[in-house]
C-alpha cells in the first residue's frame, strides 16, 4: 500500500502487480494473494491490466504509515547519528513497531519536522502534506537551474554514490545538458565557496533527485 501511494505521490498512475514484486523481492503470485485480501477489506483497487490504486481508506492508512517511516528516519539522523543511506531498511522495520505514543514523542522531540532527511514531505497527523516544490531532474530543461529539495530513498548505493559527487540537499545545479548515448545528465554544481563543477549524473538521477527553482 505503501509502494502505490509513493507511486501517486510522485505522479504515477496505478501500480502493476509486477512491479509491486520486483519493489519488496517476492513472486508475483505472492503479491497477487495479498492484493486479494487487501481489495476484500476496502483498501484497494485492483482493475487487471490497469493497476492498483487506493481506495480513500487505503490513502489514509498508507499515509499514516509514510508519516511513521519518515518521521523514524529524521529521527534516526537526528538523534542518532545515522547516514542518509543507512535509515530506509531501518525504517522499513520500526515502522511496524511503535507505538501511536512514541512516534506523537518522536514528532515532539524533533520539533515537528515538515521533511524528512532526503527531502520528502513528512505527513502531518490529519494526513495533509508540506508542500514540496522541486520538479524531477528528468523533467528540467538544460540551462534551467535549482537546488535540490529531495532525493528519492529507494536505492542507498545510489545516495552514497550522489555522496561521492558532493550533490546533497540544498546542493545548487544547473542542468547543462542531457546525454542520452552516454547516459548521464552533464550539471554544474555549485560549492560553498560559489565556484561551480561540471558532474555527470547517472541517467537514473533523472528520476531519483528534484530541484526547486532559485532566483538564478
Not at 497477487?32 to 491490466?49: A, F, Q, V
Amino acid at each position: 500500500m505503501k509502494l502505490v501511494w509513493k507511486a501517486g505521490e510522485r505522479g504515477g498512475a496505478g501500480l502493476a502487480t509486477r512491479d509491486i514484486a520486483a519493489a519488496l523481492k517476492v513472486s508475483a503470485s505472492t503479491v497477487s494473494g495479498n492484493l486479494r485480501k487487501l481489495d476484500r477489506d476496502g483498501l484497494i483497487e485492483h482493475t487487471p491490466y490497469y493497476g492498483v490504486v487506493l481506495t480513500p481508506l487505503g490513502q489514509q492508512v498508507a499515509v499514516a504509515m509514510v508519516r511513521r517511516h519518515r518521521l523514524i528516519e529524521t529521527f534516526l539522523v537526528q538523534r542518532l547519528g545515522y547516514g542518509w543511506d543507512e535509515v530506509h531498511a531501518e525504517a522499513e522495520a520500526l515502522e511496524h513497531a511503535v507505538s501511536e505514543t512514541f512516534l506523537d514523542r518522536v514528532d515532539a522531540d524533533l520539533g515537528h519536522p515538515t521533511h524528512d532527511p532526503h527531502g520528502d514531505p513528512i505527513p502531518r497527523a490529519d494526513g495533509s502534506l508540506p508542500d514540496s516544490p522541486g520538479a524531477l531532474l528528468g523533467t528540467v530543461e538544460p540551462g534551467s537551474c535549482g537546488i535540490v529539495d529531495r532525493v528519492s530513498d529507494d536505492d542507498p548505493s545510489l545516495l552514497r554514490y550522489f555522496d561521492e559527487l558532493g550533490v546533497a540537499l540544498g546542493t545548487h545545479l544547473r542542468v547543462e545538458q542531457v546525454r542520452d548515448y552516454a547516459g548521464v545528465i552533464a550539471v554544474a554544481r555549485r560549492g560553498p565557496d560559489g565556484a561551480e563543477s561540471l558532474v555527470d549524473l547517472p541517467a537514473a538521477a533523472a528520476s531519483a533527485i528534484w530541484l526547486a527553482p532559485d532566483d538564478d
